[in-house]
């Protein structure tokens, strides 16, 4: 199932499209990670999950939360203990569907809605994934179930007749998921719209390779790095990486601009601007990094350097080798006797 990056749109320094999304995934069989695994985002920030090791688990931010609210943590307890059963048994008639073996495969369910906070409109998904592949999704629009994969049609018969299913899912994505989305937002707006800037730098494997303009230390994960040409953003020649999780919580990412066709002269064109949507941050502008020698940071060395580092260790190698023969030679000299062999 492919996950897409919500694009937020801005009111001055405030979002204006908020999102509610529950990933779900079983796993039957696996042995280094949990069976089922359930998490909760608002605005792609974990706000808790449950997993079928250790139960439920709150991340502190929304601990004044579920404490107000302590039904809402039942609810996703119990729910989640539901879907684990459920989707384990899933598993199993879909091995049979898709004549599989008993091997490790994966069901994932996706759901949730985004509101927009200006303008009222609601989008509202529940979506399932098999073994990385989309098999069947909620189509809010017209209320039926729709799938692409063959072995699905029998499910989205049976859901589709299924009238009372239908309007569950309807009122959940229309009406309850917007509410609790509102909630959760309330108690959470503080830190939800305030970031933490990265530092960002230049780096640079040798002379010929791409330059990587590098973030890490920011948060929340809604940010965005590009490269721009005399102010305008450009796509050919760069190559943008995922935004990858440090060890405190914080974000990383990178993106990449090849120069092997940039003359040198044309360098003071290029910056590297990055940027985290939807939030109050410490200064009101992006970090904007211009591309200049001087500043990146490469662990290159001149292959003359090398050389020289090569041809100094080889003098040495020959400098030790003839010290020791030489005093093997004088130790063999001072001990021989004349007429008598040494052993």
């Known amino acids: 199932m492919k996950l897409f990056l919500l694009l937020l749109c801005f009111r001055g320094l405030f979002a204006v499209k908020h999102s509610l999304k529950y990933f779900l995934t079983e796993t039957p069989g696996a042995q280094s990670i949990p ?9 792609d920030i974990q706000f808790g999950g449950w997993n079928s090791r250790r139960g439920e688990e709150v991340k502190k931010d929304w601990i004044k939360f579920f404490e107000d609210y302590p039904q809402h943590l039942q609810q996703y307890s119990l729910e989640c203990s539901a879907s684990h059963h459920y989707f384990k048994a899933t598993v199993e008639t879909l091995n049979q569907r898709f004549n599989q073996t008993k091997d490790v495969h994966i069901l994932q369910r996706m759901s949730g809605c985004e509101w927009d906070d200006e303008t009222g409109e609601i989008i509202g998904y529940n979506q399932y994934g098999y073994d990385g592949e989309d098999f069947i999704a ?10 692409p994969k063959p072995q699905a049609v029998t499910t989205k018969l049976r859901w589709n007749m299924d009238h009372a299913r239908l309007e569950r899912n309807k009122n959940f994505l229309s009406h309850l998921c917007p509410e609790f989305l509102k909630r959760h937002l309330h108690y959470g707006r503080s830190f939800l719209e305030t970031a933490v800037l990265p530092s960002v730098s230049l780096l640079q494997k040798t002379p010929s390779s791409p330059v990587s303009c590098h973030a890490t230390g920011f948060y929340p994960q809604r940010a965005m790095m590009f490269w721009r040409k005399d102010g305008e953003e450009i796509h050919e020649g760069v190559d ?14 990178s993106v990449d601009l090849k120069l092997s066709s940039v003359r040198s ?26 591309l200049d020698k001087g500043v990146i940071r490469t662990n290159w060395k001149k292959p003359t350097d090398i050389l020289t580092f090569i041809s100094a260790a080889l003098v040495v190698l020959v400098f030790t080798i003839i010290a020791a023969v030489t005093f093997v030679i004088y130790k063999r000299k001072k001990v021989s006797v004349p007429g008598v062999s040494n052993l």
């Open 35 to 43: 069976e089922f695994v359930g998490v909760g985002f608002i605005d």
């Open 138 to 147: 909620f189509d809010l629009h017209t209320v039926t179930w729709i799938t």
């Open 240 to 253: 943008p990486g995922e935004i990858l999780v440090n060890n405190d919580g914080t974000f990383q990412m």
């Open 265 to 290: 002269e044309d360098w003071k064109r290029y910056d590297c601007v990055f940027q985290i949507s939807g939030v109050k941050t410490r200064r009101d502008e992006d970090i904007v990094t211009k």
